[in-house]
């Protein structure tokens, strides 16, 4: 049975399909932005603000400051493969960062200083951090169903899934359409007039119920399979079980605790609802921050640093490859294996934008780019930069 599901394919595409989309891209599009290589991030999509409902979010009252340095003698060579690379690769942005320092940070125009910076699908990472901090603070556990928590869900096959089913991509559910997307051309048309509630929508019969393979449906925690219910789900039960918006509630307990500097603009309906499967957006140095935070975490004692530690491993094969295509494994909201770079954990986003993070060293890349088609490169160069430097 399983050979034969292994031929149930769908493009991994999500719901970012058209509710990420600028002003100027908004019309009854069903699919992100692709050339002749394959998926690609223009500009107009990976910089700007967002929609003008959008939550903004203040910044630490006390920022975490940011080191810079000169790569020593034994990092050169992996940071001039980085400068070559940046150069000759569509390449936005690219940094490596040894524990607090950066030892490498470039960009190309139009981004500076003051560019805000799609998160694409890397803020599926952010919205883990978030469910983490809702578990350490006793809001939700791992073993909290979906229905606990949102009401409408009751009597649906979604609400059935767990905190951890939904953090591992595994509800069981459909995610939507063949191709993924988790909104329909008439709600996406809501979403360009604000009108879209996204509690209704994951909780239409489409995206609620349970996924059919080829002789039963699938239970929750059996498949990964990825969407952008799961995190989308999350977000809300996070809202309801802490009393709060989602977007609030990961501003003040993630990106605070990060330390950024500057205002954060998350996406969300104008009902409270957020796009917790990836639409957060940044300045560069805050997004530095941020990785850098997670790092660091990742180290610390306690619920969250057992949290952290938790969600970078693996907690789920990616067996059917509907999406993650070099990656063999997943963690809570967070890719944990890849032979490319297989000492790493990552947050991914479409079009080629990405976080790596060292497993056992404290060296994190943080990389966005206009397409995906040479990120082979970047998860070598990950590898390279992860290893030991005498």
């Not at 979403?191 to 059919?212: H, P, Q, T």
């Not at 954060?264 to 957020?274: A, P, S, T």
């Not at 619920?303 to 059917?320: E, H, S």
């Not at 997943?330 to 079009?351: E, I």
């Amino acid at each position: 049975m399983n050979f034969m599901r292994g031929f149930i394919r769908v493009t991994a595409v999500t719901f970012l399909l058209a509710t990420i989309q600028p002003a100027s891209a908004q019309s009854n599009q069903s699919v992100l932005p692709t050339d002749k290589n394959g998926a690609v991030a223009p500009d107009d999509w990976l910089i700007g603000k967002g929609r003008a409902w959008f939550y903004h979010g203040l910044p630490a009252a006390s920022p975490s400051p940011l080191n810079r340095r000169e790569p020593t003698e034994a990092e050169k060579p992996v940071v001039d493969k980085a400068r070559a690379l940046f150069a000759a690769r569509p390449a936005k942005v690219m940094v490596l960062i040894d524990g607090h320092d950066i030892v490498y940070k470039d960009a190309k125009s139009p981004v500076n200083d003051n560019s805000y910076l799609f998160s694409f699908s890397m803020g599926k990472t952010i919205t883990s951090m978030a469910v983490g901090k809702a578990i350490c603070a006793g809001k939700l556990t791992l073993a909290t169903r979906a229905d606990d928590v949102i009401s409408e869900l009751k009597g649906k096959d979604l609400g059935a899934a767990t905190v951890a089913d939904l953090l591992k991509m595994a509800s069981g559910t459909t995610g939507g359409e063949s191709d993924a997307t988790m909104l329909t051309a008439a709600q996406n048309k809501l979403w360009g007039e604000g009108r879209l509630n996204l509690l209704d929508a994951i909780v239409e019969d489409r995206l609620s119920r349970a996924k059919r393979g080829l002789f039963s449906s699938y239970k929750p925690g059996e498949l990964f399979w990825y969407k952008s219910t799961d995190p989308v789900t999350l977000g809300i039960m996070v809202g309801n079980a802490v009393g709060m918006p989602f977007s609030k509630w990961t501003t003040e307990n993630v990106l605070q605790a990060a330390g950024i500097a500057r205002p954060v603009i998350i996406g969300e309906d104008k009902f409270g609802h957020v796009q917790a499967d990836g639409n957060y957006r940044m300045v560069l140095d805050d997004w530095i921050r941020f990785v850098i935070w997670v790092k660091d975490s990742s180290k610390a004692d306690g619920c969250f640093g057992d949290y952290v530690r938790q969600a970078t491993t693996t907690q789920i094969k990616n067996t059917q490859k509907n999406a993650g295509k070099f990656f063999d494994e997943y963690g809570f909201l967070v890719w944990t294996y890849t032979g490319y770079a297989p000492n790493s954990y990552w947050a991914n986003g479409y079009g080629g934008q990405r976080i790596g993070w060292s497993r056992d060293k404290d060296r994190e890349l943080l990389l966005f780019s206009n397409s995906e088609e040479w990120i082979a490169d970047a998860y070598q160069l990950m590898n390279d930069w992860g290893a030991d430097k005498k």
